[in-house]
């Protein structure tokens, strides 16, 4: 089995009210139910920091949470992440394969 890095990034920012934040938790907790064991790590929402390099940082990109996800393949991945409610609010997943070196 292969892990995949999921990173959150746009969608519709945090939300506004705690009706809305209690929708989106409803909505991700199904989402784990239906992905079961394939995720490993169900991550968390991250604050943005900083960038450490040893000349000018590349160009980054605001990530706005991640997710540790295994399958056989980046398609089976990809076909347990279609019905995160991240993607049905605007968001786009990013899905980078851990590579063992």
Do not use: C, N
């Not at 920012?13 to 790590?41: C, N």
């Not at 980054?60 to 019905?83: C, M, Q």
């Amino acid at each position: 089995m292969a892990k995949f890095l999921v990173t959150y990034i746009g969608g519709s920012g945090p939300p506004t009210d705690a009706a809305q934040a209690e929708q989106i938790k409803q909505a991700f907790g199904r989402w784990l139910g239906e992905a079961g064991s394939a995720v490993v790590d169900p991550g968390a929402p991250l604050r943005p920091g900083t960038h450490i390099a040893t000349g000018t940082p590349e160009a980054g990109v605001t990530i706005g949470g991640y997710s540790v996800v295994e399958a056989p393949s980046l398609d089976e991945a990809v076909d347990i992440l279609r019905s995160h409610p991240f993607v049905a609010r605007g968001g786009t997943l990013q899905v980078d394969q851990a590579v063992d070196i």
